[in-house]
């Protein structure tokens, strides 16, 4: 009876994980469709994505943030080691609703960290962390499920660094979250949308945050699995 719970059991995570591979895909789909389409779409002044960050950052008084431009699709990212924004090419260069949107939001990055916003401490704090356990979990996985009988203490391993890396998936929701209510929030006062293009900004990132939702829910998917494989080791 508990061999056949347990086969039940590894069953319904292969089944859940590979929902969310499919939604992921869904999503992934809708948002690259969503970006073609308000990228059609120009701002009120023809402010490049660039021109967005460099009045964000201005507006809330910060002037040690760098701009700089990066290659391929939706690349764009702020990185607190060195406080820098990189945009994609489309974006640095882009004057549309989509750039401004996307430039706006990792401008709001650069305004948690100035602000010191908990969450965004918190997700840098665990990268040296998370860096370490992406190294080796994957290594320590596979050794644990092929030696779970003589050395469970191998995946078990695995399974607490993989813990630590979903946990920062769920600590990076409410990052993004956040700087995307910041950019919103903003280029509605600075008066880079207004009331016909703001729902077109809120909808490209909205499907931005849900890329996020799904793998923080697909990473914890897998770690039930492999926590479902270490309690059965004995059946």
């Known amino acids: 009876m508990e061999e056949n719970t347990f086969f039940a059991g590894n069953a319904l995570i292969w089944i859940i ?35 967005v960050v460099e009045k964000m950052l201005k507006d809330n008084g910060i002037y040690d943030v760098k701009i700089g431009s990066v290659s391929g699709q939706l690349t764009d990212h702020y990185n607190p080691a060195n406080k820098t924004i990189n945009l994609s090419q489309a974006v640095y260069y882009g004057n549309s609703i989509a750039s401004a949107a996307v430039a706006a939001h990792e401008c709001g990055h650069a305004v948690q960290h100035a602000r010191a ?27 644990g499920i092929l030696m779970i009988q003589s050395f469970p203490q191998l995946l078990l391993a695995g399974i607490i660094l993989f813990a630590l890396m979903t946990l920062f998936s769920f600590i990076t929701l409410p990052v993004e979250i956040d700087a995307s209510r910041r950019a919103l929030a903003w280029l509605k006062t600075s008066g880079i949308t207004n009331s016909q293009t703001q729902p077109y900004a809120f909808d490209a990132l909205k499907w931005a945050a849900y890329t996020y939702v799904v793998a923080a829910l697909s990473s914890l998917a897998t770690l039930l699995y492999y926590i479902m494989i270490f309690m059965g080791r004995r059946d």
Do not use: C, E
């Open 17 to 51: 994980f590979i929902g969310f591979m499919l939604i992921s895909w869904l999503i992934s789909h809708q948002l690259k469709s969503r970006f073609q389409k308000y990228s059609k779409i120009p701002t009120n002044n023809g402010m490049t994505g660039r021109d």
């Open 117 to 143: 916003y908990s969450m965004l401490k918190l997700r840098s704090a665990l990268v040296p962390v998370v860096t370490f356990a992406s190294r080796w979990v994957q290594w320590l996985l596979l050794l």
